[in-house]
C-alpha cells in the first residue's frame, strides 16, 4: 500500500514536470513569437504610414497643378464668349484669354480648337500655329458627349513641343447647344518625373500614376516602355477600383514578387496614385535579427524538452492506458455498443432535469423475442451472434451523432434519441424492425424473419408531465404490453399521470412472425 502510494506520487510530479517542460518552451516561444511579430508589425506600420505621407504630398501637388490648369480652361471657355472679344485687337483677345495659363507648373500650350479641329487660338504664338488634332481621342470624346467636363487624356506626344503630355480638355459648346471644338492644356510628363525624383523606395519600389481606365501615365523609376500601357485588366489594378484609398499586398504587375501598395485617388480627378514597396525589402529590417533571436530560443527550447522527454514518454504511456480502461469501462465487450453505465451517465448527464416543452427526447427499449429459446436451442455461442447481429442493426437504424445505443443487459438494448419527436422515434422503431428482419445466422441455420425484436417506446411529447428520467420506466413497460400484446412490435407509452396504454403499433414484416 504505501509502495503504491509512493508510486503514485511519483508519477503525479513527474507529471507536473513534463507539464511544466512543455510549458516553459511553449511560454518561451509565443513571448519570442510576439516580440518578432511586433518587429515586424513595427517595420510593416512604418512602411505603410511613410507610403501614405508620400502619397499625400503627391496628391496634393498634382491635384493643385490639375486644378490651376483646369481654372486656365474655364476662364478661356467663358471670355470666348464674352462681348466684344472678337472685336479687339488680337494681342489684347491674347491676354484676355490666356491670363491665367502661366501660374501651372510643367504647363505646355493652351489651346482653342474649333468644331473640325484646327487651331483657333494659341497660348504661345500669334496668330495660332496651324494645327489639326481631330483625330486626337480627348477631341472625338468631346465632339460625341456634352457632359464629359474636364476630361484628361493619355499620354501623347505633342505635336507642338515633341515632348510626351497629358492633354486636359474641355468642350466648348455653340449659344444653340451644339459642338463648338475644345479648349486643351498640355501639362508636360517631365512635371511628374521631377516630383517623383529623388524619392528612395528601394530597388524594387515604384510609384504610380494610372487613369481610372488602366492606362499608366508616369512610372518612377522611369521604364519609356510602361508609359501608355493599360494594365486595367490586372488584379491588382482591379482593386485600386474598389475604394477611393487604402493599402493591401498583392502580387506584382512587373514580376513574381509581393508588394505593400498603398493607394489613393487624385481628388475628384479620374487618376490613381499609388506606391509599391517590395515586401521582401521591408521584411529585411527585422529578418536578420528575427533570425538569431529565433535560434537562440529554439536551441534553449530544444534543451528543455530534451530534459522533460524522458518524463513524457512516462505520462503518455499511462494517459493512453487510462483512455483505454475509461473507454473499456463504457463500452460493451460482446457487442461493441456502450454499456449500461454510459447509459446511466448520458442519462444523468444530459437527460435529467424538469421536462422542457421545446425540448423533445425519445427512448427506445428493444429486447429480443425468445432470446432464452434461442440459447437453449443454439447454444450461447450464437445467442451472442445475434446479439452482436441486433447491435449492428441498431447502429444501422440511427443516422445523426447525438442518438445513442446501448446494450443495458442480457438481450436488452435502449436507443436514446435527443430532440426526436415521438413521429421521429416510430420511425426510427420501424428502421429496427426492418434491420432486424433481414437479420440471419447462416451457421445455425437461422434465416433472416426468424428474429424479431419487441420495443417500448417513451417520449416527453404529448406525455403530460413526463420527466426524462421517467422515459425508462415508462418505455420497460411498454415494451412488456408489447410482449404481452404478441411480440414483433412497437408499443408507445403514455406519461404516468395517463396510465393506460396505447394500442400497440404492431410490426408486419415480410417473413415476421
Not at 509512493?6 to 513569437?33: E, F, Q, Y
Not at 512635371?191 to 488602366?214: E, K, Q, S
Not at 446494450?407 to 426526436?420: N, Q
Not at 403499433?505 to 412472425?513: N, R
Amino acid at each position: 500500500m504505501r509502495l503504491s502510494f509512493r508510486t503514485d506520487r511519483w508519477l503525479s510530479a513527474s507529471r507536473t514536470w513534463n507539464v511544466l517542460g512543455i510549458l516553459a518552451p511553449i511560454g518561451m516561444l509565443l513571448i519570442c513569437g510576439q516580440m518578432l511579430l511586433d518587429m515586424r508589425s513595427d517595420a510593416w506600420d512604418k512602411a505603410t504610414q511613410t507610403s501614405r505621407n508620400l502619397l499625400q504630398v503627391i496628391e496634393r501637388d498634382i491635384a493643385r497643378n490639375v486644378e490651376i490648369i483646369d481654372l486656365s480652361l474655364r476662364a478661356v471657355a467663358e471670355n470666348l464668349s464674352a462681348p466684344g472679344i472678337w472685336e479687339i485687337s488680337p494681342e489684347l483677345r491674347q491676354l484676355v484669354l490666356f491670363d491665367r495659363a502661366a501660374t501651372a507648373t510643367d504647363m505646355g500650350v493652351l489651346l482653342v480648337l474649333n468644331e473640325t479641329g484646327d487651331t483657333v487660338f494659341d497660348s504661345h504664338a500669334i496668330p495660332a500655329r496651324r494645327l489639326n488634332n481631330a483625330d486626337r481621342d480627348y477631341f472625338r470624346a468631346h465632339a460625341a458627349r456634352a457632359d464629359l467636363g474636364l476630361l484628361i487624356s493619355r499620354p501623347v506626344t505633342s505635336r507642338l513641343v515633341g515632348v510626351p503630355v497629358i492633354v486636359l480638355s474641355r468642350r466648348i459648346t455653340k449659344p444653340d447647344g451644339s459642338f463648338g471644338g475644345i479648349v486643351s492644356a498640355s501639362l508636360k510628363l517631365s512635371y511628374f518625373t521631377r516630383l517623383f525624383a529623388n524619392i528612395g523606395l528601394g530597388p524594387r519600389g515604384a510609384i504610380n500614376l494610372y487613369l481610372r481606365d488602366g492606362t499608366r501615365i508616369m512610372r518612377h523609376p522611369l521604364e519609356p516602355a510602361d508609359i501608355g500601357a493599360n494594365v486595367a485588366g490586372s488584379a491588382t489594378f482591379q482593386h485600386f477600383l474598389t475604394a477611393s484609398h487604402g493599402t493591401f499586398v498583392g502580387g506584382s504587375l512587373r514580376d513574381a514578387g509581393q508588394r505593400l501598395y498603398t493607394y489613393t485617388s487624385v481628388g475628384d480627378l479620374p487618376l490613381i496614385l499609388n506606391v509599391a514597396l517590395a515586401v521582401e525589402e521591408i521584411d529585411a529590417q527585422w529578418r536578420t535579427k528575427a533570425l538569431v533571436i529565433g535560434l537562440m530560443v529554439l536551441v534553449l527550447c530544444g534543451l528543455i524538452i530534451g530534459l522533460s522527454f524522458l518524463f513524457g514518454c512516462e505520462l503518455r504511456q499511462r494517459t493512453r492506458m487510462q483512455a483505454e480502461l475509461a473507454r473499456l469501462s463504457l463500452t460493451d465487450v460482446l457487442t461493441g455498443l456502450q454499456n449500461r453505465r454510459r447509459f446511466e451517465d448520458e442519462i444523468a448527464r444530459a437527460w435529467t432535469g424538469p421536462a422542457d416543452p421545446a425540448l423533445v427526447r425519445s427512448l427506445l427499449v428493444v429486447d429480443v423475442d425468445h432470446f432464452k429459446a434461442i440459447n437453449d436451442n443454439y447454444g450461447h455461442g450464437i445467442g451472442d451472434a445475434v446479439l452482436r447481429g441486433l447491435a449492428a442493426c441498431l447502429s444501422a437504424s440511427i443516422r445523426r451523432p447525438g442518438d445513442l445505443a446501448c446494450r443495458v443487459g442480457g438481450e436488452e438494448f435502449v436507443l436514446l434519441l435527443p430532440d426526436t419527436d415521438e413521429a421521429g422515434a416510430l420511425r426510427i422503431a420501424e428502421a429496427v424492425h426492418a434491420e432486424v428482419a433481414m437479420l440471419g445466422i447462416a451457421a445455425a441455420g437461422i434465416r433472416p424473419g426468424s428474429i424479431t425484436v419487441s420495443i417500448g417506446l417513451a417520449s416527453t411529447q404529448g406525455t403530460g408531465a413526463v420527466t426524462p428520467q421517467d422515459l425508462y420506466p415508462l418505455a420497460d413497460l411498454a415494451l412488456y404490453v408489447a410482449k404481452a400484446a404478441g411480440r414483433n412490435r412497437t408499443h408507445v407509452a403514455l406519461s404516468r399521470r395517463n396510465p393506460p396504454m396505447r394500442p400497440p403499433v404492431a410490426a408486419q414484416w415480410a417473413g415476421a412472425a
